[in-house]
């Protein structure tokens, strides 16, 4: 009976996004829009959540509220830094990249980079391309894991079954292109908001108030949020920046800026979105503060702290409906990181290398980005064990590394010098990839966000003595 009640709420949930995702794409093929970009038509509502939705993953309900519950409120210092970094993407990557890429016709990274740079050869476009489709694989490889994690809980079926599920989940999803996409996005932003809030509200009042949550954390000595040694804020400093400095080389996240339907719209979207991510992680953490006096005798998987605390609170069909919201985080990263797969081997392997020698792009481009995710499946099959925290952070130090540094400097300054652009997407990605096999303490991007930016820089000095 308990099964049954969630695999209707579970339908339920996907049949209202099946047909958001169908009237969305007849809509946009009625308009002419396209598939990567929805023709820029996007209103700034739909811009804002889409992108928000975008970041936050399954890492917003199974590892931020784990950090909490293990760390205390100086986890917390993640939001923190996620929140500043992202107002500051809003700020100075948002406005230019939108102006930017519509005027160079650039509809990713990639292309953007290959034009603003003037890379004739094509040597900067096969660098970036490469670095986006390994961290990207690895990305939804994290995702995936959390689907099958999810269902191997929730619905008692194998970790590989859940993993096949999420993947069939994302098939469907690639073939609507950008528009569905960001509808279906716009809708479960709101819904894993709702989901977010109302369970720890939920909890708190079926512990009999606040009272007993903050009594708890603090007999537990974990409802500081200030450090008290310096080594302490060394480890809040890696926390917020270790993340946030990551945001500016996201390709899923920062590419829904670039389909607004006007830049002067930005800033509006701004204020909705910044909004959303301050209350979602507010209530992330206050789900893991929560569950210190929910679990007062611990939990096997910490991760697991919001779907034992829901389960435990529902009626199987209300807990269904909220574990949905699990689902439809880690659909919202993987459905815009499929797309942003499906933009790069469309845009900068198919057509670039092609050129016009083929009428069939965006279905050899599908057709690939379904083998990149069987790839992705299977790396989540075999990290079965790895903690969602440590899949998602390796890919985002990588993304941040390759990315980060070179999109601030295209976006800000005159810099021409191809060399040095290539070198730091190489540098970064290196760092990226090999960083964490030998030191875990501190975060790849601390390290190599400013030695791919040095070296832009030195790029910068041998321009000027040109």
């Not at 695999?7 to 969305?24: D, E, K, P, Q």
């Not at 919201?325 to 081997?345: R, T």
């Not at 985002?396 to 810099?415: E, I, Q, Y």
């Amino acid at each position: 009976m308990l099964n049954l009640a969630l695999y209707a709420a579970y339908a339920t949930y996907l049949s209202i996004i099946a047909i958001i995702g169908f009237i969305a794409y007849k809509h946009n093929q009625r308009a002419g829009g396209d598939y990567i970009l929805g023709a820029r038509s996007l209103n700034y509502v739909v811009t804002a959540l889409a992108t928000h939705a975008s970041d936050m993953s399954a890492w917003l309900f199974m590892s931020m509220p784990a950090a909490i519950y293990s760390k205390g409120l100086i986890g917390g210092w993640i939001a923190i830094g996620l929140t500043v970094f992202m107002l500051l993407n809003w700020m100075f990557v948002a406005p230019r990249l939108r102006t930017m890429t519509e005027y160079h016709g650039s509809t990713t990274l990639s292309s953007f980079f290959a034009k603003r740079f003037n890379d004739t050869a094509g040597m900067l476009r096969m660098v970036s391309t490469v670095c986006a489709l390994l961290f990207l694989t690895c990305y939804i490889a994290a995702n995936l894991a959390a689907l099958g994690h999810l269902f191997e809980s929730v619905f008692s079926l194998p970790y590989s079954l859940g993993i096949t599920l999420g993947s069939l989940v994302v098939f469907y999803i690639l073939f609507g292109g950008y528009t569905s996409i960001a509808w279906i996005d716009c809708f479960q932003g709101a819904f894993l908001l709702g989901a977010i809030i109302i369970v720890p509200v939920v909890a708190i009042i079926s512990l009999g108030g606040w009272h007993v949550v903050k009594t708890a954390a603090i007999t537990k000595d974990v409802f500081n949020f200030f450090p008290n040694t310096w080594h302490s804020w060394i480890q809040c400093f890696f926390l917020a920046v270790g993340w946030g400095l990551g945001y500016f080389g996201q390709p899923h996240i920062i590419t829904k800026f670039m389909g607004i339907d006007d830049a002067k719209n930005i800033k509006k979207a701004q204020y909705v979105g910044i909004t959303w991510q301050s209350i979602t992680l507010a209530a992330a953490v206050l789900i893991g503060l929560t569950g210190i006096a929910f679990f007062p005798e611990g939990i096997a998987n910490t991760e697991f702290i919001f779907i034992e605390m829901t389960k435990a609170l529902f009626h199987p069909f209300l807990t269904g409906l909220m574990l949905c919201a699990i689902v439809a985080s880690s659909i919202n990263v993987i459905g815009a990181q499929v797309l942003a797969l499906a933009s790069v081997i469309t845009e900068d392997i198919v057509k670039y290398v092609f050129e016009t020698r083929t009428n069939h792009a965006s279905m050899i481009a599908r057709l690939s980005v379904l083998g990149m995710c069987v790839v992705a499946a299977t790396v989540a099959y075999f990290n079965q064990h790895r903690a969602i925290y440590d899949l998602v952070f390796y890919a985002w130090g990588g993304l941040g590394c390759s990315f980060g540094p070179l999109v601030l400097v295209a976006l800000h300054t005159k810099l021409q010098n191809i060399k040095a652009a290539i070198a730091s997407v190489v540098v970064g990605a290196l760092v990226g990839c090999l960083w964490p096999l030998f030191n875990a303490c501190v975060p790849a991007v601390i390290v190599g966000f400013p030695v791919s930016l040095a070296i832009l820089w030195l790029g910068s000095q041998v321009d000027k003595k040109a």
